[in-house]
Every structure is written in C-alpha cells, then in structure tokens.
C-alpha cells in the first residue's frame, strides 16, 4: 500500500449539506428552519425565556439549603454489629473499622468515617472498634463485654483552612482567661 492510495473507510466522513441553494435542492428559501419568527433568526437563546413574564423557576419559592459543611458519617448500631458477627459477615477477632465494614457490605458511605451508637441488646462477642465518634452508651457497651473502642480524630474540613471550630474557640477562650 502506498501513501496516495489511503482512503478513508465508506461513510466515514459525510457532506455538510448545502442550505439556501433553491428547492431542487430540498433546503431552499428558509433552509429547515421553517417558516419566520424569532427562531429563524441567528443568535436566538430562549431556553427558559417565557416572553418576558417572569419565569417559572423564579416564580416558585425556594426553601432549604445544602450544607456544603456538613459531615457525612457511616453510622452503624451495635446491634447491627452484633447480627454482623453473628452471620460471619465479620470476624469478631479482627479489629473493626469502616474499611472492613464497607467491604462486608454492612455500611455505605462514610466518606468522614464511622460513628458507632448503642443498641438495644447487650453485645455479647469482645469486639476492638476503630472509629471516628461513638456515643457514651456504645462505648461502655463494648467495654462491659470486654472489648475496646479506639476513637480516631475526625477528617479537617479543608473549607475552613484550619481556623478553629467552636468547641476549639471555646477552649481557646478559656486557656488564655487562666492565665
């Protein structure tokens, strides 16, 4: 094969077609566009345009927001925890913590870690929990059955650039008050 005999493969490349040549061409006089108005005109952006009344998006009230702040913590129930190792999904020997839970599919999310809350019934296996937050009740719940609860500091959120929060201004506060 030689350079003056590449082709390109059939149909791959196609011919604009020619508008505004006359009716034999079957895109004379208005070239598609149909017959006048507004949008036979160029430069017509009219997407929610409502002919100059107000439009429906700003018509409607809007309530709430999205707290661009907010946390976004895997929570899990010590029962739930408990049903987990009791069906093998989890091993009660291994040190628990949201990789391992995502990964046996007992929790979602997590993207800011794993909270733990207390359950109804008492935990019955000795678990070593690895978290992010626990509520008091979790964690003299996994305490009374011989296990631990080992509490990691939570994700900084990079909005705030290491400005402190309210707890830390508070503590602040207080430390230069003392002396």
């Known amino acids: 094969m030689k350079l003056n005999q590449l082709r390109d493969n059939p149909g791959a490349r196609k011919a604009p077609i020619?508008?505004?040549?006359?009716?034999?061409?079957?895109?004379?006089?208005t070239s598609g566009r149909g017959v006048k108005g507004q949008k036979a005109r160029s430069g017509v952006a009219i997407k929610g345009f409502e002919?100059?009344?107000?439009?429906?998006?700003?018509?409607?009230?809007?309530?709430?927001?999205k707290n661009y702040t907010a946390k976004s913590y895997a929570e899990i129930n010590l029962d739930d925890l408990q049903e987990a190792v009791a069906s093998k999904k989890i091993s009660a020997a291994k040190t628990i913590d949201l990789a391992l839970l995502l990964d046996a599919g007992?929790?979602?999310?997590?993207?800011?870690?794993?909270?733990?809350?207390a359950g109804r019934k008492p935990l019955k296996?000795?678990?070593?929990?690895?978290?992010?937050?626990?509520?008091?009740?979790?964690?003299?719940?996994?305490?009374?059955?011989?296990?631990k609860v080992e509490i990691l500091p939570a994700k900084v959120n990079k909005l705030l650039k290491g400005k402190p929060g309210k707890k830390e201004q508070a503590k602040l506060a207080k430390k230069t008050a003392k002396k």
């Open 125 to 147: 296996d000795k678990l070593t929990v690895v978290v992010t937050g626990a509520t008091k009740g979790a964690v003299t719940a996994v305490e009374k059955a011989g296990g």
């Open 18 to 29: 020619t508008v505004g040549r006359g009716i034999g061409s079957g895109k004379g006089k």
């Open 106 to 117: 007992v929790v979602r999310g997590g993207k800011d870690g794993l909270r733990v809350v």
């Open 51 to 65: 002919g100059g009344q107000m439009p429906l998006l700003r018509r409607i009230p809007k309530r709430g927001f």
